[in-house]
């Protein structure tokens, strides 16, 4: 009667060649990406803010006229109040174009104001992420490193096990020609 254990081989060395390589690829894919510090956004919300007043400043000067600003209420030019009136529609009416232009601009840059905040606010979420990545990354490779040190240890014990088993075979032969 022989009784064979089968178990199968397991090649530490390749599963540890797949583990360095798999590491490494995320170190040096993971490296790139983390290059702005968090000093370096709260600057980028600030400048974005400022852009928000100056574009707010922008299209509060961009309106129609509806009076004669104050320093042409003086000497010279309150002889010419009744006309008022008259010159800041003429105004208005030459700088009607100009302000639809204005509105335009002022509209396609609060849009890109808005896409930048969002953008900036996804990037921060990524980065986030992937901090915690590189932390799970960081289990994983001490994981596989226990993993590699179980293989090392259960192919001991597998090696033992055969040369065991076949000392047994050789003890229960030589007892059968013994007996």
Same mark, same amino acid.
């Given at each position: 009667?022989? %009784? /064979?254990?089968?178990?199968? /081989? ?7 060649? $797949? ?21 370096? +956004?709260? %600057? ?7 852009? $928000?007043?100056? @574009?707010? %400043?922008? #299209?509060?000067? #961009? ?7 104050? $320093? !042409?209420?003086? =000497?010279? &030019? =309150? ?11 003429? &105004?208005? +009416? @030459?700088?009607?174009?100009?302000? /639809?232009?204005? !509105? ?9 104001? !808005?896409?930048?905040? !969002?953008?900036?606010?996804? =990037? ?10 590189? #932390? ?14 179980? +293989? ?22 030589? @007892?059968?020609? $013994?007996?």
């Amino acid at each position: 009667m022989k %009784t /064979e254990v089968a178990l199968p /081989e397991i090649n530490a060395s390749q599963l540890m060649h $797949k583990i360095r390589r798999d590491i490494s690829w995320q170190r040096s894919k993971g490296n790139k990406f983390d290059n702005s510090s968090p000093a370096e +956004i709260s %600057t980028m919300s600030g400048q974005l803010s400022s852009i $928000k007043r100056l @574009i707010d %400043t922008a #299209a509060s000067r #961009a309106n129609a006229r509806e009076n004669i600003p104050a $320093k !042409y209420l003086r =000497f010279p &030019f =309150f002889v010419l109040r009744p006309f008022q009136k008259i010159v800041l529609r003429l &105004f208005n +009416i @030459i700088l009607k174009d100009q302000r /639809e232009v204005n !509105y335009n601009v002022l509209s396609s840059l609060r849009q890109s104001l !808005y896409l930048d905040q !969002y953008l900036l606010s996804e =990037f921060e979420n990524m980065r986030s992420q992937m901090r915690e990545n590189q #932390a799970l990354s960081a289990e994983v490779i001490e994981l596989s490193l226990r993993l590699e040190q179980a +293989i090392t240890q259960l192919n001991n014990c597998h090696n033992q096990l055969a040369h065991q088993e076949a000392e047994l075979l050789s003890l229960k032969l030589e @007892i059968k020609k $013994k007996s």
